[in-house]
T-cell receptor, first 114, second 111 residues
């Protein structure tokens, strides 16, 4: 079955450490996105990529980095520069030609900074 | 003022009840609208798009009121399995298709 796989589901990090969250999709979707969700707030866009080897900053890109070397993969690195990294991170993708807004999400990665 | 606002709830209703959620948006250039469902500690899933003429999918009806800048979701004959958080999403097509998510409305259906 096609879908989006995020790993790890749960991650604990000490302050000052970088961590990388994996996102892999086998839906053959061109566009991929990273969102962050905090309690009581709407999802906020971190980065997005429309094609391989290209990506753009979203609304809250500071302290994060991404790469898009393969169509299937869009990993997110949470760097030590991110001041409040504890959150639920969601990767999403959409097929070309679909109405913007019809997103498929992975199951999410829950990051806790100790 | 937030770009997309929802009543966070929770809405506590008995099985079989009809419940309605509203979502207001501030940008009049918003072009397309969606409702997502998110179960506790899970990922959001698209429930339905909202069309200008309104649309229905089984027990769910979505409506758009451009003049008053709100969309609504009506759930009839609610089931225990409808318990979730419902997210309103607005597409600002004049900003390159930027999506704005509401914070969600929590629904709890009780036996």
């Amino acid at each position: 079955d096609g879908g989006i796989t995020q790993s790890p589901k749960y991650l604990f990090r000490k302050e000052g450490q970088n961590v990388t969250l994996s996102c892999e999709q086998n839906l053959n979707h061109d566009a991929m996105y990273w969102y962050r969700q905090d309690p009581g707030q709407g999802l906020r866009l971190i980065y997005y990529s429309q094609i391989v080897n290209d990506f753009q900053k979203g609304d809250i890109a500071e302290g994060y980095s991404v790469s898009r070397e393969k169509k299937e993969s869009f990993p997110l690195t949470v760097t030590s520069a991110q001041k409040n990294p504890t959150a639920f991170y969601l990767c999403a993708s959409t097929r070309q030609g679909a109405p913007t807004g019809e997103l498929f999400f992975g199951e999410g990665s829950r990051l806790t900074v100790l | 003022r937030k770009e997309v606002e929802q009543d966070p709830g929770p809405f506590n209703v008995p099985e079989g009840a009809t419940v309605a959620f509203n979502c207001t948006y501030s940008n009049s250039a918003s072009q397309s609208f969606f409702w997502y469902r998110q179960d506790c500690r899970k990922e959001p899933k698209l429930l339905m798009s909202v069309y200008s003429s309104g649309n229905e999918d089984g027990r769910f009806t979505a409506q758009l009121n451009r003049a008053s800048q709100y969309i609504s979701l009506l759930i009839r004959d609610s089931k225990l399995s409808d318990s979730a958080t419902y997210l309103c999403v607005v597409n600002l097509e004049n900003q390159g298709g930027k999506l704005i998510f509401g914070q969600g409305t929590e629904l709890s259906v009780k036996p």
